[in-house]
């Protein structure tokens, strides 16, 4: 259940991956989606007919203002666009506390957006560090009658859609599977017949909307089908979707990600992509063609090859170290690849060693030896780097590094690198500075 209702950042499932369970399970699920604010996903909601609570997007506080006139009425929900969970319960930067607060006037508005525009929320998901708030989402305040949990997701296991859904709504769905498990519905769906009549209601009424309702819900569920896969979507997670008091269907707030490989076909939804909400190293990373991913730990990894990556970090984890960050270089390691790799992995004040991991196959070792060569020359590097360079004139890669004279210690089992790896970040971490007298550890 956790794997179906599961769809965090590939940098969350890491981080918690590397203090819980094997870093090689933790990547089950490849990050490859894209994450967008919910007055986004409502408005993409809304043009397929999907009912969602009359809402509006401001940018400053007189624009909460007048969204609030605009709505009209006394009861609203004023929530800060940050994509991270946990919101209702975080605490903004300057000690304001709550990013999703009932208002009941375009005063109030006004002054909540205030406190909220500007300054970086804190949750659970983010971090000390926090998200930056740009923006607020004003919506009519809506009372349930019932409250239910639906999500479409790609299941691994079957190689195909599901849809999981629970009638205990408006709670987090972990805690549900966990706590109550037979309150789960999981409905597996042909991919070819999609979601017909008899699957949608069938799943209504199993769920326990009203007589009245069942046909808007059968209607609503096959319309979020309908986005998931016309566009590319790899999870709409709906929690709550509500049964009004006056019987209306209404998806209360949406969680909506997309393909990243489907970009070329999806261009509008990508540019609703907000980069202020992503890891700045993450982003300069895509832009040079790199997968990088920033954990915790003090042992800079550059590797060529997610399957050669993982069994990395996992052979550091094992030698007692700490992977500061999951990088894969892919199948052209290229000089300027190296140097950019470099940059991401220096730019962490932690990292106390780096860990070289490359199989050379489409390029050579001696190729890559001389790119590694010149990238510590130029950047005058003093962190010790531990390079394993197998394939291809592996040979020569290693006499090059070793003829070089700089902190580049050239070791060809992958076990021994790895435990020179882990010594090397002790020893300097009990320097108190990488740039001492470093003599390999023995």
């Not at 970086?120 to 983010?126: A, D, P």
């Not at 971090?127 to 809506?142: D, P, T």
């Not at 892919?330 to 199989?359: H, R, Y």
């Amino acid at each position: 259940m956790y794997k179906l209702a599961c769809s965090r950042s590939l940098a969350a499932a890491l981080k918690a991956g590397l203090k819980e369970t094997p870093l090689r399970n933790t990547f089950s699920q490849q990050r490859r989606n894209l994450s967008i604010h919910e007055y986004r996903s409502a408005a993409l909601l809304d043009s397929y007919g999907i009912g969602i609570p009359r809402g509006y997007v401001a940018y400053n506080a007189a624009e909460a203002e007048a969204v609030a006139k605009k709505i009209g009425g006394d009861d609203m929900v004023i929530k800060a666009q940050v994509l991270a969970g946990g919101r209702g319960k975080g605490t903004f930067d300057n000690g304001f506390k709550g990013g999703v607060r009932v208002i009941y006037s375009p005063t109030e508005a006004k002054i909540l957006a205030d406190q909220m525009i500007g300054h970086k929320l804190i949750t659970k998901q983010t971090g000390e560090k926090g998200r930056l708030c740009q923006a607020v989402y004003i919506v009519e305040r809506k009372f349930a009658r019932r409250e239910f949990y639906l999500a479409v997701l790609m299941d691994r296991q079957s190689q195909g859609p599901v849809i999981v859904a629970s009638s205990q709504g408006g709670m987090d769905i972990e805690t549900v599977a966990k706590e109550n498990p037979s309150a789960i519905i999981t409905t597996n769906i042909n991919i070819h017949e999609g979601v017909t009549d008899g699957i949608a209601r069938d799943i209504a009424q199993k769920l326990g909307f009203s007589e009245q309702c069942v046909e808007d819900a059968k209607d609503t569920i096959q319309k979020l089908y309908k986005v998931f896969m016309e566009r590319d979507a790899t999870q709409i997670e709906i929690n709550p979707l509500s049964e009004t008091n006056d019987h209306k269907v209404l998806c209360m707030d949406a969680k909506l990600n997309f393909d990243d490989n489907a970009e070329f076909r999806q261009e509008e939804i990508f540019s609703w992509r907000d980069k202020s909400q992503e890891d700045a190293d993450e982003v300069k990373a895509a832009e040079h063609g790199l997968n990088f991913i920033k954990l915790d730990g003090d042992i800079g990894c550059l590797v060529n090859g997610a399957g050669l990556a993982m069994a990395t970090m996992d052979i550091i984890k094992i030698n007692g170290g700490q992977p500061a960050n999951f990088l894969d270089v892919g199948g052209g390691a290229t000089p300027e690849a190296i140097k950019q790799a470099f940059d991401l992995i220096t730019s962490d004040p932690k990292v106390t060693a780096i860990f070289v991991n490359i199989f050379g196959g489409i390029v050579r070792c001696d190729a890559i030896a001389k790119g590694l060569i010149s990238v510590v020359e130029s950047m005058n590097l003093r962190t010790p780097v531990i390079a394993r360079l197998q394939g291809t004139n592996g040979e020569q890669a290693h006499k090059l590094i070793n003829d070089s004279g700089l902190k580049i210690f050239s070791i060809d089992d992958l076990q021994s690198a790895a435990e020179k790896s882990v010594q090397f970040s002790k020893v300097v971490k009990m320097g108190e500075h990488p740039d001492f007298n470093m003599t390999e550890p023995r």
